[in-house]
């Protein structure tokens, strides 16, 4: 069975423009979850996305927004970047929406000049 | 209260021995606690998950020890192997609230020497 995989596996871009990440959850998933890993500290909920509605958003400014398409896939859009929006961004996903583990993708690193 | 404190940061151990990863909530909600295992470069990876109403699980060399007054608890890595060097997050959540989501403690990097 196929994990969760994630696009583009690293991505570069400039202060100011804009970046787009792109996860497939696990067949049969529904639910997607985005998480923020900077250098050196520990995963920062970002968003989650079941059903196709946004569910729950951590606090980040509204320049992170994402939405899950019919299929389950989520993709994640970060408007305007700043230099701190440097991190790896894991997506995961999950059964259904309670109780049910999160499983994850190898994330993307963006990186940004 | 959304906090989750694991300790310690790093830890080095050698083969063969008990790898302790601490962590401690505060949030009474939190009924479902993961840990996972990271190595550099990939997503984190599921490793054992507990709930409260067991005060210990084992799979395997890992072990959830649970200790719900404390609002406390830790992964054990028996016979700590070379291969288990890599970063341990644990992770708490409210699974039944609607607003289910992970709240991950800060992570611990472990090196097992050979």
């Known amino acids: 069975e196929a994990g969760v995989t994630q696009s583009p596996t690293h991505l570069i871009k400039t202060r100011g423009q804009q970046a787009t990440l792109r996860c497939s959850p696990i067949?049969?998933?529904?639910?997607v979850y985005w998480y923020q890993q900077a250098l050196g500290l520990g995963l920062q909920f970002l968003l989650w996305?079941?059903?196709?509605?946004?569910?729950n958003r951590g606090n980040f400014p509204p320049r992170f927004s994402g939405r899950q398409f019919p299929n389950y896939s989520s993709e994640l859009n970060v408007n305007a970047l700043e230099l701190e929006d440097s991190a790896l961004y894991l997506c995961?996903?999950?059964?259904?929406?309670?109780?049910?583990?999160?499983?994850f993708g190898p994330g993307t690193r963006l990186t940004v000049t | 209260q959304q906090q989750v404190k694991q300790s310690p940061q790093s830890l080095i151990v050698q083969k063969g021995g008990i790898s302790i990863i601490n962590c401690a909530y505060e949030?009474?909600?939190?009924?479902?606690f993961p840990w996972y295992q990271q190595f550099p470069g990939k997503g984190p990876a599921l490793l054992i998950a507990i709930r409260p109403d067991v005060s210990e699980k084992k799979e395997g060399r890992f072990t959830i020890s649970f200790n719900k007054s404390a609002k406390q608890f830790s992964l054990h890595i028996m016979d700590s192997q070379p291969g288990d060097s890599a970063t341990y997050f644990c992770?708490?959540?409210?699974?039944?609230?609607?607003?289910?989501?992970?709240?991950f403690g800060t992570g611990t990097r472990l090196k097992v020497l050979a």
């Open positions: 067949s049969g998933h529904t639910s």
């Open positions: 992770a708490a959540s409210k699974s039944t609230s609607g607003t289910y989501k992970y709240i």
């Open positions: 996305y079941d059903e196709g509605e946004e569910r």
């Open positions: 995961a996903s999950s059964l259904g929406s309670f109780g049910h583990e999160q499983y």
């Open positions: 949030n009474t909600a939190f009924d479902y």
